[in-house]
């Protein structure tokens, strides 16, 4: 079942006799799914399961749901953040399908995107943290996706809440697409709500006070995710303004396609036709040849999709053909709250730097 039917289903958007079998089985096996998240919450809750803490600093982002909240655009925001503040950073990641000696489409987008830190690509966090520390020197270490990654202990823990989909319509997977219950929020220190710009103001307080009720003291900032550049295939960057009023083909594999095709909408591409592949989806050249024809059966002007897709499919694009293949490259603007998140970074870097020794120092 591909990612699109699923959420039709869960949605209710789906109905008849097959639709209404499924979510009943969805529902039964969210059961045995659910009782395992709880058990392990609560062996950790209770100091029966330990967190491993190691030598540097380790600010957790992480979300409720499955899909794509914007995590990346925040994991490359706090990477910024360090290099203003000197610290020497690295990125532990555990590489969604990827294979010996490559880097999958997130990693790929930190390494280009995050210069001045180690990408550290490992299922086990704890022995990526401990790579990034011994082979790097890394003081701070961003764990990406790391908020039910609960052997590595954190300093901060940062969960992203896309505002357009905040909690995984109220049930756990695969009955709805949350990881664990909302009440896991209690675990936070600050919630980042992305993608703020795409809701009403209403709808934004209703998400504030449901994430206020499972933790009254978080931190809540909002963001949105804004459009910085668009390159087109070879690195050649085209202004935003290029894209305004033309005929464009848009395609992404993201766990949140619509949020991507309200963005171009935004900068004032015309979209005359949208497709949504699953997330991290392994594009063929056989798949980038039927685009290429859709693209051009619909006159558009330009065919475009994220950064994170075009890792993967610029190898496979011929850079001769129309209509040219572009990708918008976004980053996270904070509305309100960047203050109190900066503060509370500059806070527990200032104490635990003081207590952290190195080898020889």
Known sequence: MNQETHRNLISGYASGPRALFLRLLFTLLSWPYSLVVRLRNGLYAAGLFRARKVNAVVISVGNLTAGGTGKTPLVVWLCRAMRQRRRRCAILTRGYKTRKGELSDEPAVLVARCPDAKVVVNPDRVAGAKQAIDAHGAEVLILDDGFQHRRLARDIDIVTIDATSPFGYGRLLPAGLLREPVAGLRRADVVVLTRCDQVSEERLAQIERQVRQANPDVIIATSIHAPVSAAVQGGTEI???????????????????????????????????????????????????????????????????????????????????????????????????????????????????????????
Not at 278 to 306: F, S
């Open 239 to 361: 202004g935003l303004e290029e894209l305004r009023g033309k005929r464009v083909y848009a395609f992404c594999g993201l766990g949140n396609p619509e949020a991507f095709f309200d963005t171009v909408r935004h900068i004032g591409g015309v979209l005359v036709e949208c497709r949504s592949f699953d997330d991290h989806h392994a594009y063929t050249g056989a798949c980038l040849r039927e685009i290429r024809q859709q693209a051009g059966q619909h006159k558009a002007d330009y065919i475009v999709t994220t950064q994170k897709d075009w890792t993967k499919i610029a190898p496979l694009a011929p850079q001769e053909d129309e209509p040219p293949m572009a990708y918008l490259a976004v980053e996270m603007e904070f509305v309100a709250g960047a203050e109190q998140l900066t503060g509370l970074m500059d806070r527990v870097l200032d104490g635990r730097m003081l207590h952290l020794r190195r080898p020889g120092k």
